[in-house]
């Protein structure tokens, strides 16, 4: 079974710009879940999709930040225009019901120059 | 609100010596309890986890937990660890009931050295 894929696992862009993360759940998954670990603090949640449904993103900082994930397969969290905050790793997770563990990704490192 | 802390951000030890990771949570609710391990260059993998019963869970590679309810905490112990076990370690809840989004603690590097 392959696991959560995420891509690209290193991204370096400039302020301002504009850039799109992608997360590949597990087949058969319909919980999606993105997170994001800032530097030296802890992981914090984003948002939550049950198939191609937001459930919950309270998580989200702001409106800066769009995730779509159309066809209830892959997600994609674009961050348009980017800001020095914005840099850590985004991690994407899927399950197969809330109850059920979470599988993550390996992460994607987004650095903001 | 509910809240993780992990309250050693490093734990040094030495390789067949036993180690405890600590973490506590607090919540208004029942929670499930998680820990998570992140190998250097890995993403973040289920280590254990309590959802009901038995409040001791163990590993497959030889961790423990214990809940325990009134103290709020969820510790992770391993009697003698490996150079291997070298990878940093994050304690999670999430809230009985809900969509299971998860709130971590700040994560904890456990370094086994020879």
């Known amino acids: 079974e392959a696991g959560v894929t995420q891509f690209p696992s290193h991204s370096v862009i400039e302020k301002g710009q504009t850039v799109t993360l992608r997360c590949d759940p597990i087949?058969?998954?319909?919980?999606l879940y993105w997170y994001r670990r800032v530097m030296g603090k802890e992981i914090k949640f984003l948002l939550h999709f049950v198939k191609e449904s937001k459930q919950d993103e309270s998580g989200m900082p702001n409106n800066r930040f769009l995730a779509e994930r159309t066809g209830g397969t892959y997600s994609t969290l674009k961050v348009q225009p980017a800001e020095l905050e914005d840099s850590g790793v985004y991690f994407c997770a899927s399950s197969q019901s809330p109850l059920q563990p979470q599988h993550f990704g390996d992460g994607t490192r987004l650095s903001i120059l | 609100a509910q809240s993780v802390t992990q309250l050693d951000s490093q734990v040094p030890v030495f390789e067949e010596a036993p180690v405890e990771l600590r973490c506590n949570y607090s919540?208004?609710?029942?929670?499930?309890l998680f820990w998570y391990v992140q190998y250097p260059n890995q993403g973040l993998q289920l280590l254990l986890k309590?959802?009901?019963?038995?409040?001791l869970v163990e590993s497959i590679n030889g961790f423990e937990a214990e809940f325990n309810k009134s103290q709020t905490s969820f510790h992770l112990r391993k009697p003698s660890v490996h150079i291997s076990d070298t990878a940093e370690y994050f304690c999670a809840v999430s809230e009985v009931g809900s969509q299971g989004n998860l709130i971590f603690g700040k994560g904890t590097k456990l370094s086994v050295k020879p």
């Open positions: 309590y959802l009901s019963g038995s409040t």
């Open positions: 919540s208004s609710v029942s929670v499930y």
């Open positions: 087949s058969g998954h319909d919980n």
